[in-house]
C-alpha cells in the first residue's frame, strides 16, 4: 500500500487511532489535506497535532523507517518550535511505520522526545 493511502487511512481514523489523546493543530487547514500541515518552509508535516498537555505533536508516516526519518522529524519539530511555540509548550515526534532499521533504532535511543510506532493494517468485514 502506498503512504499516501495510509496518510487517507490514518486521516478518516485519527481520533479513533490516538484514542482521543491528539487532536489536529488547525483542523479546519488540515482537514483540507487529509491531515497534512505546511510550513511554507520546511515541507509539509504529514501530521501536526496538539496532545493533551497542550505540546505540539509532529508525526512522520513512512513505510519503512530510517534514521533520515529521525532527520526529516526533528526539521519538522524544530520549526514547530521556532514558529509555533508558545512558551512552555514542548515539541514531541511520533515516528509511524512498518518497520524501521537498526540505524533509527540506535539514533531513537539519544532522542527521548521521538518515539516510533509500528503501523498494522487490520481490515475486518462484517454483515450488515
Given at each position: 500500500m502506498e503512504v499516501q493511502h495510509y496518510q487517507t487511512l490514518i486521516h478518516r481514523n485519527f481520533n479513533k487511532l490516538f484514542k482521543g489523546e491528539l487532536q489536529?493543530?488547525?483542523?479546519?487547514?488540515?482537514?483540507?489535506?487529509?491531515?497534512?500541515?505546511d510550513t511554507q518552509e520546511v515541507g509539509e508535516m504529514d501530521f501536526l497535532a496538539i496532545d493533551k498537555n497542550g505540546d505540539l505533536v509532529v508525526i512522520e508516516l513512512k513505510r519503512n523507517s530510517t534514521d533520515k526519518t529521525l532527520g526529516q522529524i526533528l526539521r519538522y519539530m524544530g520549526w514547530v518550535n521556532k514558529n509555533l511555540c508558545k512558551e512552555n509548550q514542548k515539541v514531541k515526534g511520533i515516528i509511524i511505520a512498518e518497520t524501521k532499521d537498526n540505524r533509527l533504532e540506535y539514533a531513537l535511543t539519544i532522542v527521548p522526545n521521538v518515539v516510533f510506532k509500528r503501523m498494522k493494517l487490520n481490515v475486518e468485514i462484517e454483515d450488515v
Open positions: 489536529y493543530y488547525d483542523p479546519e487547514r488540515q482537514n483540507e489535506k487529509h491531515g497534512r500541515f
